[in-house]
């Protein structure tokens, strides 16, 4: 069973044709702009997500719950509490100061033109961010509780941004990738992928992946 987003509703032949959000094809479940021609396709995408999820487990009956154990039950408490914490935190930092501070440092230290200097201090400002900053999140509803969230994920994907550029050290597929100080596009030692986000010790892995 399969579940789209948006970019497949434009396909002719798949239509939403009941209230669990099935289609014409049989087991494929459509979600977000799909389920409506109208906007804010990521709210509904979160509603139709949860009708779709229910609707599924329902047709999987055979399908046991799963069973946690006291490490797991951990890792869920502590994310809890991670996801919960600005909501209602003493803290002064607000979360869409933080995202303009961010987006600046991207701007101004990453952005198209890079070079090991700028992007070692872009890695150096995200780590202060992440010190300092966040723990300090303060969010007085849910709506700002989301904001103080999503800036943190903007501050993860912009480090492995930044230590993804620096270890590349060539220019590809430009302006994507321009490196002032390897202009050149080496074939030789980069055709291949840098593969990032795999936890070692609470800390992001970067592996050099070669294409075959």
Same mark, same amino acid.
């Given at each position: 069973?399969?579940?789209?987003?948006?970019?497949?509703?434009?396909?002719?032949?798949?239509?939403?044709?009941?209230?669990?959000? !099935?289609?014409? *094809?049989?087991?494929?479940?459509?979600?977000?702009?799909?389920?409506?021609?109208?906007?804010?396709?990521?709210?509904?995408?979160?509603?139709?997500? /949860?009708? *779709?999820?229910? %609707?599924?487990?329902?047709?999987?009956? =055979?399908?046991?719950?799963?069973?946690?154990?006291? =490490?797991?039950?951990? %890792?869920? !408490?502590?994310?809890?509490?991670?996801? /919960?914490?600005?909501?209602?935190?003493?803290?002064?930092? @607000?979360?869409?100061?933080?995202?303009?501070?961010?987006? #600046?440092?991207?701007?101004?230290?990453?952005?198209?033109?890079?070079?090991?200097?700028?992007?070692?201090?872009?890695?150096?400002?995200?780590?202060?961010?992440?010190?300092?900053?966040?723990?300090? /999140?303060?969010?007085?509803?849910?709506? #700002?509780? *989301? %904001?103080?969230? =999503?800036?943190?994920?903007?501050? @993860?994907?912009?480090?492995? %941004?930044?230590?993804?550029?620096?270890?590349?050290?060539?220019?590809?597929?430009?302006?994507?990738? +321009?490196?002032? @100080? +390897?202009?050149?596009?080496?074939?030789?030692?980069?055709?291949?992928?840098?593969?990032?986000?795999?936890?070692? #010790?609470? =800390?992001?892995? +970067?592996?050099? !992946? !070669?294409?075959?």
């Amino acid at each position: 069973r399969s579940f789209i987003p948006g970019l497949l509703s434009g396909i002719v032949g798949i239509l939403m044709t009941g209230d669990k959000a !099935e289609t014409t *094809v049989e087991n494929l479940f459509v979600a977000g702009s799909s389920a409506s021609s109208t906007g804010s396709s990521g709210s509904k995408a979160m509603v139709w997500g /949860l009708i *779709v999820g229910d %609707h599924m487990r329902s047709l999987t009956p =055979e399908i046991n719950s799963p069973v946690f154990d006291g =490490e797991q039950l951990k %890792h869920i !408490e502590a994310e809890r509490q991670r996801v /919960l914490s600005p909501l209602g935190s003493k803290g002064i930092v @607000d979360p869409l100061e933080l995202e303009d501070y961010v987006r #600046n440092i991207n701007m101004n230290y990453i952005n198209i033109r890079k070079t090991e200097a700028k992007l070692k201090r872009a890695i150096a400002l995200f780590k202060i961010a992440r010190e300092k900053a966040v723990p300090s /999140l303060t969010a007085d509803n849910p709506h #700002n509780l *989301v %904001h103080a969230l =999503e800036v943190q994920d903007i501050i @993860d994907l912009s480090e492995i %941004h930044a230590r993804a550029s620096l270890m590349r050290t060539e220019s590809r597929m430009i302006p994507g990738h +321009y490196r002032v @100080d +390897y202009p050149e596009q080496d074939d030789d030692n980069w055709a291949n992928k840098i593969l990032t986000a795999q936890y070692v #010790n609470g =800390e992001t892995a +970067y592996k050099v !992946e !070669e294409t075959v």
